[in-house]
């Protein structure tokens, strides 16, 4: 099972930063099979980003991902007051699929 | 509109089954592999199950394996989980979620808003 470790644990930022979540995997995950997921508190997740670097639809661009490997990041280019969530990646390349412990964005 | 509407949760003592059943609306249901992920009270995700488009790959955590069943209604554009030796740590919001893709490709978009399996004497 591939685990996923995200970084940092909580980021304290104010609207209009940059925001870089990081995303560890302890082993190489399979072409770029990595997606992230925004969960606002009392609401389902959402897709923002698969294959590593796309963004799901209707996401706006600000929201960028890459990477490869055991290393990914999520970047947020400037935070809008509806960033403020917990975010989570997640991996799809080999079963079962498994996700990060999240990286809570807090408004600063 | 995708809509993914789940029920079926609620109090149960360790030991006992539940069903969860998820009705989903608003794309041609019979295309698509779905999944159930479920967040424990205050927790991250957890992948549970996945079922392709035609019910012939079917996946589960480790957690739940042979103890939870996933299955389909193409007919009712329905999911379902047949959860048996329920356990406290159990305990979870699960949601259903659609594929990407006709096979279990594991991306989970979009998901319902969930029920509530709480396991407790």
């Known amino acids: 099972e591939i685990v996923l470790t995200q970084s940092p644990g909580t980021l304290s930022l104010s609207p209009g930063e940059r925001a870089t979540l990081s995303c560890r995997a302890s082993q190489s995950v399979y072409s770029k099979y990595l997606a992230w997921y925004q969960q606002k508190f009392g609401q389902a997740p959402r897709l923002l980003i698969y294959g590593a670097s796309n963004r799901a639809s209707g996401i706006p661009d600000r929201f960028s991902g890459s990477g490869s490997g055991t290393d990914f990041t999520l970047t947020i280019s400037r935070l809008e007051p509806e960033d403020f969530a917990v975010y989570y990646c997640?991996?799809?390349?080999?079963?079962?699929?498994?996700f990060g412990q999240g990286t809570r964005l807090e408004i600063k | 509109e995708v809509q993914l509407v789940e029920s079926g949760g609620g109090l149960v003592q360790p030991g006992r089954s539940l069903r969860l059943s998820c009705v989903a609306s608003?794309?041609?249901?019979?295309?698509?592999?779905m999944h159930w992920v479920r967040q424990a009270p205050g927790k991250g995700l957890e992948w549970v199950s996945g079922i392709n488009w035609n019910s012939g790959t079917i996946g589960y955590a480790d957690s739940v394996k042979g103890r939870f069943t996933i299955s389909r209604d193409d007919a009712k554009n329905s999911l379902y989980l047949q959860m048996t030796s329920l356990r406290p740590e159990d305990t979870a919001l699960y949601y259903c979620a659609k594929d990407f893709r006709g096979g279990t490709s594991g991306i989970f978009d979009p998901w319902g808003q969930g029920t509530l399996v709480t396991v407790s004497s």
């Open positions: 997640q991996q799809y390349g080999s079963s079962p699929f498994t």
């Open positions: 608003g794309f041609i249901f019979d295309d698509y592999a």
